[in-house]
């Protein structure tokens, strides 16, 4: 997966695709309202034909202050534009793929031309997979309606996905007449290891701050208030406005830190994986989680739980 930070997400699929053959590559996420549901369209479908079929499609709405200020582009109903740009996507490909007449007309986006000079035409693999990353119910229900997967936000507990979560993709796969079990679900767990306990005491303390920075915003209390710690979630927005980034990981307490990350060393890592993930979580990376050179056979049993 790629993420869309300081970098533009689709940029290296391209080598990735190039380089290997089986492996699947996409985004997670690509910020979707700042560009064009046809601009999309068009780097998605040459990714799907480069990558011969392996590119997965993932969107995200982003924030009120990073779309109006950063991007400087319109936030107004989230959730029905990023459906609307989902069902653009299926016109636009539909009209590529089989000929039929682009003709979609929404409340936010209208497309009626495409001529044979602007049509990159068939590809072999057309059926592209969109996900899309939310935590609110009506971003689950859009998930289980019209997407492929969804991408949960690493700050995230088991308790979460199965009670917040899995619900609303139930309710909007049962819309649509589908099977919830043929949606995926993927995210990327906070992890704290390393080789000795000394090593994964370090790496919880890196751990405790990022869970911190991303609690202290509202749009992710509701995973903290469904265990409790609403409280504690605003106490973290309080020190984030008042600057206090020091006093932001004393919050995290050690049940918060092991809700919301695997903690051990290398030899305990798979199996803790395998422990909290399993039948929960189809497809998982380690957030912010890079191997130690000339330690890769420490991570092997890890990489094969997680591909188990």
Known sequence: ???????????????????????????????????????????????????????????????????????????????????????????????????????????????????????????????????????????????????QGMHIHPLHTVKFIREAIAPGMKEGAAKAGRDYRDISLSTAAFVATGKDKEAVEKAKEKIRTQIAFYSSTRNYFPVLEIHGWGDTARALQKKSIAGDWEGMPQEISDEML??????????????????KYDGVIDRLSLYDCVPTPGE?????????AING
């Open 258 to 275: 092991n809700e919301f990350a695997i903690i051990g060393t290398y030899p305990e890592l798979a199996e803790k994986i395998q422990k």
């Open 1 to 147: 997966w790629t993420l869309e930070t300081q970098h533009n997400p689709f940029f290296s699929l391209i080598l990735s695709a190039e380089h290997t053959r089986t492996m699947k590559l996409g985004t997670s996420i690509a910020v979707a309202f700042p560009r064009s549901p046809m601009v999309l369209a068009h780097v998605a479908w040459d990714l799907q034909e480069f990558s011969r079929g392996r590119f997965i499609l993932g969107l995200g709405t982003q924030v009120r202050g990073h779309i109006e200020r950063r991007f400087s582009v319109p936030w107004d109903s989230p959730g029905p534009r990023l459906r609307e740009i989902i069902l653009a996507l299926r016109a636009i490909w539909d009209c590529w793929q089989n000929g039929s007449p682009l003709k979609f007309e929404g409340k936010f986006y209208s497309f009626t031309l495409m001529t044979p000079f602007f049509n990159p035409g068939p590809i072999p693999h057309p059926a592209i997979p969109v996900f899309i990353a939310g935590l609110n119910p009506y971003m689950c229900r859009l998930a289980g309606e019209l997407c």
């Open 296 to 304: 890769e056979k420490e991570w092997r049993p890890i990489i094969k």
